[in-house]
């Protein structure tokens, strides 16, 4: 058997392994055009900000290591150009010389990946940057040191824009700025948890301009003036991290089925429309678990599964890929964001019932040092008590947390399942009610209607809300909602009569804990009352991040 596979990193190089380990007869080629087939792709803003100092740490496999372990010919430079299907042959066209060559196959792998998404390919410029390969990292690093930039902006503000602000923050005294066209930060996230993460990168010193798109770049002498929506600003050095669009000319010249937005349509098994053409990766339409709708999500985790699943099926051990939830993590300075499942923007356009949970636990046992505090915000059905998404924001823990989480969502474990895990614990690392506990114990008490919940958005948008805070005096001194009315949960019962019974009551504490267990008095003494999410530390962070 005679298998090619066109492209190397996560998905072309795991597939080829994975074939060599299930057949060791088969001839295994991968066809790479750029000089490195193999590399740590995530790893690329680290490298840029130093924290990964040699390119070779990147690199994680060579043509050479390749032959030698697994028997497996990768030919770099090399770009194929054209799929013959009636003939089961491609094209291939050596970058260096320019010289082209056919080779015929048997299978065929397309693992083309994506391309950052430039819109100003008009400005031919060293100083505009995409950063996809280990080249353009090194170029970007290069630049930077030798010519120190006073002023870079980075237009668009999702993963890549966001690592790559922070690495050349971290490493250099650069005026960094972040543009992005919608309202907040990483596309996934809802906006009140995108407010910790701007505030997080305003902290850092890194400007963020929101709700304002690039119209055109003019580049000026030695700088850029980059014309916003409203406004313009000057730079000397611009990142575009726009985004990615499956890279999938070669494919649909070959008429294999394309979607609209050009990613490559496979079967469960990651077969295309023809049967001895498999396709992965960041060039495919996968289904989303939750929605059960088409997607794309570019990852590396799922292309790595899809790997596995295309090399089993070309050795004839029935595969299927069910799909993804969109896991992901993300380091921002002393933070953590973790992300996955569907976020409160795709439930309102596909009109999928959910609610939502906030609460502001703790990484582990308080009296143990060092515990710090995370947000977790969860969507969940109520129909049928199982998670639809989750964002987690903190400093410590969050991604053991997220971890749990996400396998609770891809599971359909449901929300009493959460309540009744059994997680390891020791007061360095948890507490004896772990996260994933107290967010089922959370939803259980809304769902079994002991409390009624409401967020700070819709608390806004009411004309006169009755607002209680349930913190120290001293805490409600320091800052507090707007005309609340100040009574500590531990003197509530002794002030029963300072309320109105025919007020609808919206309470709050610092964290939700101290406002939960206010609401449950006054329930039972009465009182109609809603407990306001995340508590006064959410509505500060959303407070300053409109500053």
């Not at 950063?131 to 120190?148: A, F, L, P, T, W």
Request: with cysteine; glycine share 6%.
């Amino acid at each position: 058997m005679r298998v090619l596979i066109v492209g190397g990193v996560a998905g072309g190089a795991t597939t080829a392994t994975r074939l060599r380990r299930l057949d060791e007869k088969a001839e295994i080629i991968i066809f790479e055009r750029g000089q490195y087939v193999s590399f740590a792709n995530c790893g690329l803003p680290y490298y840029i900000g130093n924290v990964i100092k040699e390119k070779s740490d990147l690199l994680l496999q060579t043509p050479k290591s390749f032959k030698n372990r697994f028997n497996i010919d990768v030919r770099i430079n090399q770009e194929v150009i054209k799929i013959d299907r009636d003939n089961k042959t491609i094209l291939i066209k050596n970058t260096e010389d320019g010289s082209e060559y056919t080779e015929k196959y048997d299978k065929l792998v397309l693992s083309p990946g994506a391309e950052p998404i430039n819109p100003f390919k008009n400005l031919n410029s060293s100083k505009i940057a995409t950063i996809r390969n280990v080249d353009d990292s090194i170029r970007v690093k290069e630049y930077i040191q030798k010519n120190r930039p006073q002023n870079i902006a980075i237009i668009g503000g999702g993963y890549i824009g966001v690592e790559v602000a922070e690495n050349i923050k971290k490493y250099s005294d650069t005026n960094v700025t972040i543009i992005e066209k919608s309202d907040h930060l990483i596309a996934p996230l809802d906006k009140d948890i995108a407010s910790i993460l701007h505030n997080t990168l305003r902290k850092n010193n890194i400007n963020i301009i929101l709700n304002n798109g690039v119209n055109k770049i003019e580049e000026n002498n030695n700088e850029f003036n980059i014309l916003l929506d409203n406004g313009m600003i000057n730079a000397d050095y611009i990142i575009l991290a726009i985004g990615v669009k499956p890279e999938t000319k070669l494919a649909k010249e070959a008429n294999i089925e394309i979607n609209l937005k050009g990613s490559i349509i496979t079967d469960e098994h990651m077969r295309t429309n023809d049967p001895n053409i498999y396709a992965l990766g960041d060039a495919v339409q996968i289904k989303n678990c939750i929605t059960k709708c088409s997607d794309y999500i570019p990852l590396a985790g799922p292309a790595n599964r899809q790997a596995r699943i295309v090399a089993n099926n070309i050795c004839g051990i029935a595969s299927s890929y069910s799909g993804t939830i969109g896991s992901s993590i993300l380091k921002v300075f002393d933070y953590t964001l973790a992300m996955s499942g569907i976020n409160e923007n795709t439930c309102k356009r596909q009109n999928i019932n959910y609610k939502k949970m906030i609460i502001t636990p703790f990484s582990h046992a308080t009296y143990y040092p060092g515990a710090t505090e995370m947000f977790v915000k969860a969507l969940y059905s109520p129909d049928k008590k199982t998670l639809l998404g989750i964002q987690i924001l903190g400093k410590e823990n969050v991604d053991k947390v997220a971890d749990v989480l996400a396998t609770a969502i891809k599971c359909n474990l449901s929300i009493y399942d959460l309540e009744n895990l059994e997680l390891c614990y020791a007061p360095p690392f948890s507490s004896a009610k772990s996260i994933p506990n107290i967010l089922g114990n959370a939803i259980e008490n809304e769902i079994k209607g002991l409390v009624e919940n409401i967020s700070w958005e819709d608390l806004e948008n009411l004309s006169t809300p009755y607002v209680l805070d349930a913190r120290t005096k001293r805490e409600y001194e320091t800052g507090h909602f707007k005309n609340a009315i100040n009574i500590p949960v531990d003197e509530l019962r002794e002030n029963l009569d300072k309320l109105n019974k025919n007020n609808l009551i919206y309470v709050y504490c610092r964290t939700g804990v101290r406002s939960y267990i206010s609401c449950r008095i006054l329930t039972q003494n009465g009182f109609h009352v809603k407990n306001i999410l995340g508590g006064y530390n959410l509505y500060n962070e959303i407070k300053k991040d409109r500053l």
